[in-house]
């Protein structure tokens, strides 16, 4: 068990570029949960996955957000066309049976 | 709906004295509820979790919690507070209980200060 791991851990771009993060969740856990944490804020939810499938999608994913999870193994997070407000920290967590989610360390974007 | 308030942003003890961060939670189903530490730019660690059974729940470096039905809280307590303790506390509440995704809702955060 090595954990969740997320890279990269810090990624800064320029409005309007497309940005992609990814998570390696633990291994074997079926369940995989992204999250969207901005400063002073507790994390919101953005997406959920269980295997390959997207179950549940959040209001705050918009049409510029789309998530993956190819073979239910690791999981992509890709926003299109940044603006400065998707400045955050993007958590990934990974659960065996949604009874306790193990976070990843996160990335944190800056769009300039 | 579920929500989570949690009371005091920030919270500042001194060291060795007794840790009281509160929660209140709003859910509709029998709540799953967790409280999580984050040190800074790093990710979130579980404490502890309540799901069912007994309702005083001990977790890792000393914390404890207690779910009270009847006043919808689960406030996190340590009896004696160290510098290590210094972090971001988050209480939140699982959707899991409606057999739904388990997704968490968190409350705002408090920060814990401990001085010297």
């Known amino acids: 068990d090595t954990g969740v791991s997320q890279n990269p851990r810090h990624k800064i771009t320029k409005r309007g570029q497309n940005v992609t993060f990814r998570c390696d969740p633990i291994s074997e856990h079926n369940r995989l949960y992204w999250y969207r944490q901005t400063l002073g804020q507790g994390p919101e939810f953005l997406t959920y996955?269980?295997?390959?499938?997207?179950?549940?999608k959040s209001r705050l994913l918009s049409d510029r957000f789309s998530a993956e999870r190819p073979k239910g193994s690791f999981s992509t997070l890709e926003i299109q066309r940044t603006e400065q407000g998707d400045s955050a920290m993007y958590l990934c967590a990974s659960s065996p049976d949604a009874d306790t989610q193990y976070f990843g360390p996160g990335t944190r974007l800056t769009v300039l | 709906a579920q929500s989570v308030t949690q009371l005091g942003s920030h919270v500042s003890v001194s060291e060795g004295a007794l840790v009281l961060l509160r929660c209140n939670y709003s859910s509709s189903v029998p709540p799953y509820l967790f409280w999580y530490v984050q040190y800074p730019n790093q990710g979130l660690q579980l404490l502890l979790k309540?799901?069912?059974?007994?309702?005083l729940v001990k977790g890792i470096n000393g914390f404890e919690a207690e779910f009270k039905k009847s006043e919808t809280s689960f406030h996190l307590t340590k009896p004696s507070a160290h510098m290590s303790d210094a972090a971001e506390y988050f209480c939140a509440v699982s959707d899991l209980g409606s057999g739904n995704t388990g997704k968490l809702i968190f409350g705002q955060g408090t920060t814990l200060q401990v001085k010297p």
């Open positions: 996955f269980q295997n390959e499938a997207q179950l549940e």
């Open positions: 309540y799901t069912t059974g007994a309702t």
